[in-house]
């Protein structure tokens, strides 16, 4: 079996790979059919547990609804976080139906359309502008309803976190407002009637560096104390952004969270509440909180050798587990981990090469990976699906039936 950290944190019943206690062979008899996504809520649940072990109690968590917006996930994490981000209508719906305060609620992202920031201003979620023109738009819209838009700024820093799997911010962005045009952008909101809270930043994604993590919050929060200097406004908020990364393949090492606790911890007693005493401290997580407990599960349908090389054809795809394919934004092709769920004892391993049912060779789960010997039938189950998994891949490529996603 492989040393995959992720891996050793699900269970083994008899053969077979047990999610949230039950044994595959049985919950996919349960779920009717596959291929599905199974999550496990122990091992969200411990996830939170842990992040609140390291984090300092001040600093608030919220949840990035985009990595996983099942409604039962979120339901689940609504208990355990501070707050939920969304990134369009229909996640603020998912959002708005958990007990989650709407004011604990923030929108950000770009090309908000005026008909989700009208009912952003309605439920009373918290908007994070993105430009000059949402934040026009945004008093518009207060003035009508007679409402006041609870709003933040994301800003755009003037450098960039390396390492990360995708970058968000620094040069050119299409996200946030550049840092040198925040205070004009903010003197000309003065006289208007938006409730403004402070700043926002996300910078990046996927970062398993905690050094350059500890780095981006450091210069982060002297930029954002920076403007809360200069603003017209008392500062109430801060969101930090994230950006935590989870180790997918076998070289990453999972990110090192005792030290960017402590850098956080620093960060907050030593420059944050001498200046603003009374503002919210946010972290808002995606992958890290629900990647590594969900498995994406598919069945064997063919086994066939073509001149010398063993395929096992199964019934999903990267229609569903777009990233395991390498084609969600990866640059080089890596093998996600991967195992046969119903085989987890035989010790005897076989080189072969585990392809979706889609007609194009993109559709490759695992390139030439070590496995039990498996037959027609057989369940393969791929780790790392809890985060932009159903929700990131093309379903409707091929017509395809959905798959089911059980929360267990
Ligand atoms: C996507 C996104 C996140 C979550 O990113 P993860 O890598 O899943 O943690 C958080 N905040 C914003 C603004 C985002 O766009």
Not at 106 to 128: C, D, M, N, R, Y
Not at 371 to 394: K, M, N, R
């Amino acid at each position: 079996m492989s040393a995959h950290p992720s891996i050793a944190e699900f269970q083994v019943a008899g053969d077979c790979l047990a999610v949230g206690g039950v044994s595959l062979d049985r919950l996919a008899e349960r779920v009717g059919a596959t291929p599905f996504f199974a999550y496990d809520r122990q091992l969200i649940t411990s996830r939170v547990g842990y992040l609140r072990s390291v984090l300092p109690s001040a600093v608030k968590l919220s949840y990035a609804v985009k990595a996983n917006p099942m409604p039962a996930v979120v339901q689940h994490l609504s208990g355990l976080v501070d707050a939920l981000d969304v990134a369009s209508s229909m996640e603020m719906k998912v959002a708005l139906d958990t007990p989650v305060l709407p004011s604990h609620v923030s929108f950000a992202g770009p090309g908000k359309t005026t008909a989700e920031l009208t009912q952003a201003v309605a439920a009373g979620v918290t908007i994070e502008m993105e430009s000059p023109n949402e934040a026009s738009r945004l008093v518009e819209i207060g003035n009508r309803l007679g409402i006041r838009p609870r709003v933040a700024l994301r800003v755009n820093p003037d450098f960039q976190v390396k390492g990360s799997g995708m970058r968000m911010g620094g040069g050119p962005q299409q996200f946030g407002v550049d840092v040198e045009e925040v205070p004009a952008l903010l003197r000309s909101l003065t006289a208007t009637d938006l409730d403004f809270l402070g700043f926002h930043v996300f910078a990046g994604s996927q970062n398993l560096h905690a050094e350059i993590l500890c780095e981006a919050l450091a210069k982060n929060v002297a930029l954002l104390l920076r403007l809360a200097g200069d603003c017209p406004w008392p500062v109430r908020y801060l969101n930090l952004g994230g950006g935590f990364g989870i180790p997918y393949f076998e070289q990453d090492r999972p990110l090192d969270l005792s030290s960017v606790g402590k850098a956080l911890g620093e960060l907050v007693e030593g420059s944050i509440r001498p200046q603003l005493p009374d503002a919210r401290v946010v972290i808002e997580l995606g992958r890290y909180l629900v990647g590594e407990a969900g498995v994406y599960v598919t069945r064997v349908v063919d086994r066939k050798v073509s001149r010398g090389r063993t395929y096992l054809v199964v019934d999903g795809g990267l229609h569903h587990q777009l990233a395991a394919s390498g084609n969600f934004g990866q640059v080089i092709r890596r093998n996600y981990p991967i195992v046969i769920g119903n085989r987890m004892r035989d010790t005897e391993l076989e080189s072969v090469s585990v392809v979706g049912c889609l007609c194009t060779p993109l559709d490759l789960l695992g390139d030439n990976v070590m496995l039990p010997h498996a037959d027609v039938g057989d369940l393969v189950v791929i780790f790392q699906a809890g985060a932009y998994g159903l929700t990131a891949s093309p379903t409707a490529f091929l017509g395809h039936p959905m798959p089911a996603e059980v929360l267990v």
